[in-house]
C-alpha cells in the first residue's frame, strides 16, 4: 500500500467550530508532515512528526493542533479559525532511516473553507 | 520565506517538444526535490537529487544539481498532454548531511502541452 488518505475530502466550518482533519498510511514511515497551501501557492509546511514526536512547528497559530496517535495516523484539529485559513491542507509521509528523511508522499487534500 | 525560485513561471508547448524548469535556491541543502501536482491536488514525487551529486535520470526526466551556483533543472524529453501540471522544486535544508525533513517549496511553473 503505497498511498496517502486524508479525509474529509472538503469542509466548510465556521469561525467557532471544532474540526478535525485525519491522514494514514501504511506504509510504515516514521515521519508525517502537514502542509497547508494557497491557491496558485507552493505548500507550507506547518509540522513535522519523526517518530510520532514533534520535531517541527512552523510558527503555526494554536488554533490549529496537530496529533500523532501512533504511527500510522496523523490528525490536525482545528478551532475557532479564520477565514484567511481557507486552503487545501496536505498531509504528507516520509521513511525515516538513521535520521535521514527521504523523498515525501503526499495525500490528496483536504480543501478546507471557513466561513 | 520561500527558498527556491523557479523560472518560467509558465511553460506552454507542444506534444513532443521537450520542457525545461530551473530552481535557485539560498542556502546550503541536503538534497533538492522535484514534485508535480495536478489541478490542485496532491503532489507527486518526481525525483531526488544530494547534494553530493551533480545529475540523475528518471524515465523521460533528467534533473541536475549545480550547488555552487545553488541552481537545479528538470529536463522533461518527448513531453506528452499527461504531463500538464504545476512543476515544484523543493529543498532540504541542513549542511553537513543533515536532512531535517523541512521541504521548502519554490513557486512552482506551470506546466501545458498542447496535444
Not at chain 1, 486524508?6 to 510504515?28: A, D, F, I, Y
Not at chain 2, 507542444?14 to 542556502?27: L, R, V
Not at chain 2, 538534497?31 to 545529475?55: F, T
Not at chain 2, 517549496?105 to 496535444?115: A, D, K, N, S, W
Request: with cysteine; hydrophobic share 30%.
Amino acid at each position: 500500500d503505497t498511498e496517502v488518505t486524508q479525509t474529509p475530502k472538503h469542509l466548510v466550518m465556521g469561525m467557532t467550530n471544532k474540526k478535525s482533519l485525519k491522514c494514514e498510511q501504511h506504509m510504515g514511515h516514521r515521519a508525517m508532515y502537514w502542509y497547508k497551501q494557497k491557491a496558485k501557492k507552493p505548500p507550507e509546511l506547518m509540522f513535522v512528526y519523526s517518530y510520532e514526536k514533534l520535531s517541527i512547528n512552523e510558527s503555526v497559530p494554536s488554533r490549529f493542533s496537530p496529533e500523532c496517535p501512533n504511527s500510522s495516523l496523523l490528525n490536525l484539529h482545528l478551532h475557532a479559525l479564520q477565514p484567511e485559513d481557507s486552503a487545501l491542507y496536505l498531509c504528507a509521509s516520509s521513511h525515516l532511516a538513521g535520521g535521514s528523511y527521504n523523498e515525501q508522499f503526499f495525500g490528496p487534500g483536504t480543501r478546507l473553507t471557513v466561513l | 520565506s520561500q527558498q527556491g525560485e523557479e523560472d518560467p513561471q509558465a511553460l506552454s508547448i507542444q506534444e513532443g517538444e521537450n520542457a525545461t524548469m530551473n530552481c535557485s535556491y539560498k542556502t546550503s541543502i541536503n538534497n533538492l526535490q522535484w514534485y508535480r501536482q495536478n489541478s490542485g491536488r496532491g503532489l507527486v514525487h518526481l525525483i531526488l537529487i544530494r547534494s553530493n551529486e551533480r545529475e540523475k535520470h528518471s524515465g523521460r526526466l533528467r534533473v541536475t544539481l549545480d550547488t555552487s551556483k545553488k541552481s537545479s533543472s528538470l529536463l522533461i524529453t518527448a513531453s506528452r498532454a499527461a504531463d500538464t501540471a504545476s512543476y515544484f522544486c523543493a529543498t532540504d535544508g541542513g549542511a553537513g548531511g543533515t536532512s531535517y525533513g523541512k521541504l521548502t517549496f519554490g513557486q512552482g511553473t506551470i506546466l501545458t502541452v498542447h496535444p
